[in-house]
């Protein structure tokens, strides 16, 4: 067990929070910090529980423990228009597949329930959802669509296999002109309680590694080309496009989400988004 005075930072691995870590030294810092790499699932879990005190999850994920966590704010994952990771591949446009079948991956709630709201509240269908393995051909063998995310999503995107290609992220900007927001950073509620000071040092580091990173992302492009493949000008089109900021703009977005994820039933509560603040909380404008 950790003594009281150290804090655990969470890290998710998704390709597209790397510009945001990169720069990241959890050593580094004045107030004894450790950053745990986990799966999505254990990540959430931790910081719900508050064995992980601080660091990034899905949007979903945060909703869901939104009464005992805090956003930091200036952080995030977001796209105002196309995110190029999260893409639906079918065989007929979105908009036919209506009763359908899609297969998704239990890996991803916040896209998977943006596919929910789009299909249903954009689209006016009601297909089936099915869980399966995030591998293109099989899905498709048994369904009329399916969603891939990540580095699935985008090495089946550079394969042509037929397959019409939806980008969420465009299809929620053309229904509502908002910007989506697939990951935040936030804090536990207790531990921005008793370790102020820890939290205000890992906050302000998170935000200079993100600034450090999209000033110069050629590192990062580098580890992408070497760890995933493709090439160095699809990475840096990728990295561009995304948004790591958390101002308004963003925050209108994801309350959006989050109001109509409750409608449909995929939140049991409505979430009040509160940002984390050195002095004071401060209740996101709804």
Known sequence: MKDQQHTVIGKISYTNSWPVFHNFN?????HPAEMVSEVPAILNQGMSRGTIQVGALSSFAYAEASDRLLLLPDLSVSADGPVKSILLFSRVPAEQIGSGRIAVTNTSATSVNLLKILMEKAIGGKPEYITAEPELDSMMDQADACLLIGDHA??????DQGYLVTDLGQVWKDWTGHSMTFAVWAVNREAAKDKPEAIAEIAAA????K?????NPAPIIREACSRI??????????FSNLCYDFGERQQEGLNLYFRY???MGLLPQEVKMELWSRNLLTRVKE
Not at 206 to 209: E, L, N, T
Not at 211 to 215: C, H, L, P
Not at 229 to 238: A, I, R, V
């Open 206 to 209: 998170f935000v200079d590694s």
């Open 26 to 30: 959890p050593s580094a810092l004045k």
């Open 229 to 238: 493949g493709g090439t160095s000008e699809y990475w840096d089109g990728y």
């Open 261 to 263: 994820a409750y409608e």
């Open 211 to 215: 600034q450090r990173g999209v000033r």
């Open 154 to 159: 985008i090495k089946a995107a550079w394969q």
